[in-house]
């Protein structure tokens, strides 16, 4: 399997790595990474009455979402959506859990509403009034692989411009004993099979058999990339933000690899 796309826009959310123009200096290898905390961001986007329901996690994805379409949301009602997260929201998940402890077992509709695992892609599309095609996934650690290739494919099938989005989030305890994230990580990316003025680079992907991976030389970032699913894709981030032509090759599920070749457009 393989296909052939062009990125048209970018962005990332992580401590120390904040947007992408202010992260190309660490991606590149000129500055060291630090793992600064996050600054603090809502939905404005999304109504008030939406914007009160959401969750750390769905902030993140829409934030990273948001930073990528910039301020084209009109053009963005015509996207496709592909949004990906390994486990969901564990601060969901701990709140229903614990709520179920209690002798009057009383569940909270909004903890409910958002517990499933396509909330952030409905509010995205009732922040963008977004109504084109939309998928959800979940591949555990090989999640943004997973989600590349899904955008990448159905953007080549379908011939229309495409927004994934990959992020995941800290559990609290005691889901953090089963399921350690290092940190908050976020990334969206807008393909398509056409060159746009703004693009950035031209995406290869193929499948193949399993191999050496791409790793980050920093040990700091490459202790990110290992704590987060979403951060699986910082050895592609970096040679994005390096804009030289270059093979990254990533972990897939079942014993396969994502090889992506990128050039700079």
Same mark, same amino acid.
């Given at each position: ?23 190309? =200096?660490?991606?590149?290898? $000129? ?7 996050? /600054?603090? *961001?809502?939905? #404005?986007? !999304?109504? %008030? ?78 922040? =963008?009034?977004?109504?084109? $095609? ?7 650690? /090989?999640? *943004?692989?997973? #989600?590349? !290739?899904? %955008? ?78 979403? =951060? ?34």
């Amino acid at each position: 399997m393989s296909a052939t796309v062009y990125l048209n826009a970018i962005s990332l959310v992580a401590p120390g790595l904040p947007d992408w123009q202010r992260s190309q =200096a660490v991606l590149c290898g $000129n500055e060291k990474y630090r793992a600064e905390p996050l /600054e603090k *961001f809502s939905p #404005a986007i !999304l109504p %008030a009455n939406e914007r009160r329901r959401t969750t750390p996690l769905i902030k993140l994805a829409l934030h990273a979402a948001e930073k990528c379409v910039g301020s084209d949301l009109e053009a963005a009602q015509n996207y496709a959506t592909v949004f990906a997260s390994s486990d969901g929201d564990h601060g969901i998940l701990d709140k229903i859990c614990s709520a179920l402890t209690l002798p009057e077992c009383l569940l909270s509709p909004t903890n409910f509403h958002n517990s499933v695992h396509n909330a952030a892609a409905g509010y995205w599309a009732i922040a =963008a009034k977004a109504q084109n $095609n939309s998928n959800s996934l979940s591949a555990c650690d /090989e999640t *943004f692989t997973m #989600a590349l !290739l899904e %955008a990448a494919t159905f953007a080549v099938i379908e011939q229309k411009t495409v927004l994934l989005v990959t992020y995941d989030y800290p559990a609290p305890a005691p889901l953090d004993g089963a399921r350690h994230l290092e940190a908050a990580f976020a990334v969206a990316m807008c393909l398509s099979v056409k060159k746009e003025e703004s693009s950035i680079a031209v995406l290869e992907l193929e499948l193949m058999q399993q191999s050496a991976y791409s790793t980050c030389a920093d040990s700091n970032l490459e202790q990110l990339r290992l704590g987060n699913p979403a =951060a699986r894709s910082l050895p592609l981030l970096q040679a994005l933000a390096k804009q030289e032509t270059m093979t990254v090759i990533l972990p897939h599920v079942q014993s396969t690899a994502l090889k992506i070749n990128t050039t700079p457009c």
